[in-house]
C-alpha cells in the first residue's frame, strides 16, 4: 500500500532558440548503450560540470544522435527507440544536438544550456509526422495540415533533473511519448479497495508520484485496453523515468533509473 502524491506537469519542450501483448517494457540490460563523447577531452576534469542521460522515447524505430552538431560524424548513428546512454561528465554545460532519421534527413538541431555540476535526463520523443508544430507531439485528434511540406518533422526534447540521492527516494515520473494517444495510469485493486485513477495524460504530458515504495504495481489504459505496469528497484533505490511511445505501432514502455 502506498500513498502518491501527484504533480500534474505539463509538457516540458526545451527550445533555444514480438508479443501478443500490446505493451511490451523494454529489459534495462537490454537498454543501455555507454559511451563517451569524442568531445570530452582525455585528462580527468577535477570537478565533473554535467552528467546528463539521454533516452530515445521516439516512436520511430531509430535516430541518428549527434552532441557536436550538425558537421560531425553522428556519435550514435543508430539510437533505437528505447535505449538510452549515460556518458561520462561532460566540462561544459553547452551541447548542440542534431537527430537525423536513418535515411540521414536531419529532423531536429538544438543547442541545450544545462545548469553547471548537475544531472539532467534528456528525454527525446516524436514520430517525425509533418502534419503539424514539431515541437509538440500529435494531440489526439490532429487536425492534419493542408501542406505537410509546411510543418518540420515532429520531434522533441524533454530535459529533467536527476536527484540521484535524496531524502525520500523513490520518485516514480511516468510520460506519454504516445502521439494521438492519452494514457489513464490506475493504482490495482487491494483486497477490497478497488482501483483507483491516479492520472490522465495527454501526448506530452507526464505526472510525479513521489514518496514510493521500491516495487509497485499499476495498470495503464490505453484505447480502452489495461495493461499492467511492474517497478521494481534493482540494486540501489532510486528514482526513476517511465516514459511511453509507441513500438510497430503500439505502446511500449522503459523503466530509467537514476544512477548515482
Known amino acids: 500500500m502506498f500513498l502518491p502524491v501527484l504533480f500534474l506537469i505539463a509538457q516540458a519542450t526545451v527550445t533555444p532558440g514480438d508479443h501478443s501483448v500490446e505493451i511490451t517494457p523494454e529489459p534495462p540490460h537490454a537498454t543501455h548503450r555507454h559511451s563517451t563523447p569524442r568531445h570530452v577531452s582525455e585528462s580527468p576534469s577535477?570537478?565533473?560540470?554535467?552528467r546528463i542521460t539521454?533516452?530515445?522515447a521516439t516512436s520511430v524505430p531509430a535516430i541518428s544522435l549527434n552532441t557536436r552538431g550538425t558537421n560531425m560524424p553522428a556519435e550514435y548513428p543508430f539510437f533505437p527507440q528505447g535505449e538510452w546512454t549515460a556518458n561520462a561528465p561532460l566540462r561544459t554545460p553547452e551541447i548542440h544536438y542534431s537527430a537525423r532519421d536513418m535515411g540521414g534527413k536531419l529532423v531536429a538541431d538544438r543547442v541545450i544550456r544545462l545548469k553547471p555540476v548537475s544531472s539532467q535526463t534528456l528525454l527525446l520523443t516524436g514520430?517525425?509526422?509533418c502534419n503539424g508544430p514539431s515541437e509538440k507531439l500529435p494531440?489526439?485528434?490532429p487536425a492534419g495540415a493542408a501542406n505537410p511540406q509546411f510543418w518540420k518533422p515532429n520531434?522533441?526534447?524533454?530535459l529533467f533533473p536527476s536527484e540521484l540521492c535524496c531524502a525520500d527516494p523513490c520518485h516514480y515520473r511516468v510520460f506519454n511519448g504516445m502521439p494521438s494517444k492519452v494514457l489513464t495510469l490506475w493504482s490495482v485493486a487491494e483486497g477490497n479497495k478497488p482501483r483507483r485513477q491516479l492520472a490522465i495524460l495527454a501526448p506530452g504530458g507526464s505526472v510525479l508520484l513521489v514518496k514510493q515504495p521500491a516495487c509497485v504495481e499499476w495498470e495503464v489504459e490505453i484505447d480502452g485496453a489495461n495493461h499492467p505496469v511492474n517497478i521494481a528497484q534493482q540494486g540501489a533505490v532510486g528514482n526513476c523515468l517511465i516514459p511511453f511511445f509507441l513500438k510497430n505501432g503500439r505502446p511500449a514502455f522503459v523503466t530509467v533509473f537514476e544512477e548515482p
Open 46 to 50: 577535477p570537478t565533473p560540470a554535467v
Open 127 to 129: 514520430d517525425l509526422s
Open 155 to 158: 520531434f522533441q526534447f524533454h
Open 139 to 141: 494531440p489526439l485528434n
Open 54 to 56: 539521454i533516452i530515445n
